[in-house]
């Protein structure tokens, strides 16, 4: 049996090969052949380099990873387990896998190897998040209220949106909402009344999600009591002779917050208790949906056992199969979910122009690798610190980090543009939505269409046009074949759009032969983009 099934596998897919596990091994590469992988935060650098290496072991750099390689010459690589890889001059040295390694060539193009490797490793499940994710803005609270999350500055922000002249979205609750991390209801000091809270949201035309994570404070004895009824729902301290049997201490992990215990999602148990939670959530105050921190695989070490014989890899990847359960969710860290109806964002970025040029082209990794339902991160970045002092941040910075969202998949507010723009700029914000309102019908349907095929919902322009020397273009991007978006992520009023051929036309009227580059004038309040015609 075992035979016929490999024999039928080449007869599928003649040139598929299989390297076994703990077996190193290289694969040539052609001719002027580029690699793109599913390490998110290294977009800005793929093309990958001679030289690059990464190892998909416990490590997803804050963000989603997928052990997938792929190339503009139909060239794909897979594993169900981790392995470490590095690109040489003419090939790609896996010199670690933990499990079985499949690579072969589908046709001669990064959408050909793409394609393949979407239907065969990572199917598309047929469903969506939320469309709300897609159709209108959303708006974090992190930015204005940072650690004081309270029942009245949250309706007070809810209700400048409104007053601004923005639509109700998604509106995401952040961190300390709650009693305490584990402890998953509303503090009620600063959550007097949470039912009229979320009961307002709702009425002003909001859906609600709210902040979570894996950890649980150990200091919080009812939550730890509980827990330890059902013994195995932390993970747990272990040293050279203990075991899962004699194991009775919960291991501490070092996270951005302090010092905790974290669930073991090994343990179906665990997974329950969470569950019941989340669901105690939905059923008793509304909650439309959660955000679910952390899970990052670092927070897995050596020193801490869990039940199941699990890597730190598939503690991430459990951990996001919680979202499944939720139409209306968000991640950050991922592992091997790509196809499935979750919300992926990228990881908090600077309030920086150098950060602000590393959003496409990390977009565009989020959607090679799979993970086509994606928000680039918050607009004007996820860094608090940089909104605190008026004269510590670049109004302008935040109008051009507007405008990449907009066409993107998904945009997200966090800082509120009315405190912080002069009217100016307020207005230039305000037209990238209602940009934003006009494509919204394309972005919708490519998230349809993702839902179905796989597709990325947006894409480099080596994707739909390849071999026409588009393939380290990192500053422009399509939605769908047809429309070319080019923001501006520099301090600057002009940048250089290249256009693939074909007769183009622009947001301002103009008309453009394709197969060349053209110098633009960007003001302020301008998207360039291009309909193909």
């Known amino acids: ?209 709210l902040w979570v994570c894996p950890f649980v404070s150990p200091d919080q004895a009812l939550i730890v009591r509980e827990i330890m009824k059902g013994k195995g729902f932390l993970l747990q301290k272990i040293d050279e002779t203990t075991t899962w049997e004699t194991a009775r201490e919960p291991a501490i992990i070092k996270w951005w917050n302090g010092y905790s215990a974290l669930l073991d999602f090994s343990n179906p148990a665990a997974v329950g208790w969470f569950n019941n939670q989340l669901d105690r959530l939905v059923n008793e105050y509304g909650v439309d949906g959660f955000k679910l921190d952390a899970g990052d695989m670092q927070y897995y070490p050596p020193n801490a056992l869990s039940k199941g014989n699990v890597s730190p890899n598939e503690q991430c990847e459990l951990y996001a199969r919680i979202g499944l359960r939720y139409p209306l969710n968000e991640y950050r860290a991922c592992w091997k979910m790509a196809g499935q109806p979750l919300a ?68 997200q507010f966090s800082v509120a543009p009315w405190r912080v723009l002069n009217e100016k700029n307020f207005e230039a914000v305000k037209k990238a939505v209602e940009i934003r309102k006009k494509f919204t019908p394309l972005i919708l349907k490519r998230a349809k269409e993702s839902a179905k095929t796989g597709e990325p919902v947006i894409s480099n322009l080596e994707y739909f046009y390849p071999n026409q020397g588009f393939e380290n273009i990192k500053d422009e991007f399509l939605l769908g074949e047809n429309l070319l978006v080019a923001p501006v992520y520099k301090k600057e009023y002009s940048r250089e759009v290249i256009l693939p051929n074909g007769n183009w036309i622009a947001d301002d009227g103009k008309k453009y032969k394709g197969g060349k580059s053209y110098t633009i004038d960007v003001p302020i309040d301008r998207i360039p983009y291009f309909e193909k015609q």
Request: proline share 6%; with cysteine.
């Open 1 to 209: 049996m075992k035979f016929r099934l490999l024999f039928l596998s080449f007869i599928l897919f003649p040139n598929l090969v299989l390297v076994a596990q703990n077996q190193p091994f290289k694969i040539d590469l052609l001719p002027g052949e580029k690699i793109w992988s599913g390490v998110i935060t290294d977009g800005h650098k793929m093309p990958l380099a001679g030289g690059f290496e990464f190892d998909f072991y416990a490590n997803n750099q804050g963000n989603q990873t997928q052990p997938l390689l792929l190339s503009n010459k139909g060239l794909y690589v897979w594993s169900q387990k981790p392995y470490k890889f590095e690109i040489g001059n003419n090939e790609i040295i896996i010199s670690e896998n933990y499990g079985k390694v499949e690579h072969g060539r589908n046709g001669t193009t990064l959408k050909e190897a793409r394609q393949f490797a979407s239907e065969h490793f990572f199917p598309a499940s047929g469903k969506m998040p939320d469309e709300m994710l897609f159709t209108e803005p959303q708006y974090n609270t992190w930015i204005e209220l940072t650690y004081d999350q309270n029942q009245e500055d949250i309706l007070k922000y809810a209700h400048a949106i409104i007053n601004n002249g923005f639509p109700p979205g998604v509106f995401m609750i952040d961190d300390t909402w709650q009693e305490d991390y584990g402890l998953w209801n509303f503090h009620p000091g600063r959550f007097p009344n949470p039912h009229q809270m979320m009961d307002e949201l709702h009425k002003m035309g909001f859906k609600v999600m």
């Open 344 to 411: 992926q964002r990228l990881r908090d970025k600077q309030h920086s122009w150098s950060d602000m040029q590393m959003l496409i082209p990390h977009m565009i990794a989020e959607g090679l690798a799979g993970y086509t339902f994606s928000c680039p991160d918050m607009i004007g970045g996820g860094e608090f610190s940089s909104f605190l002092d008026l004269n510590s941040y670049d109004e302008e910075l935040v109008v051009r980090s507007a405008q990449c969202h907009a066409l993107m998949p998904m945009m």
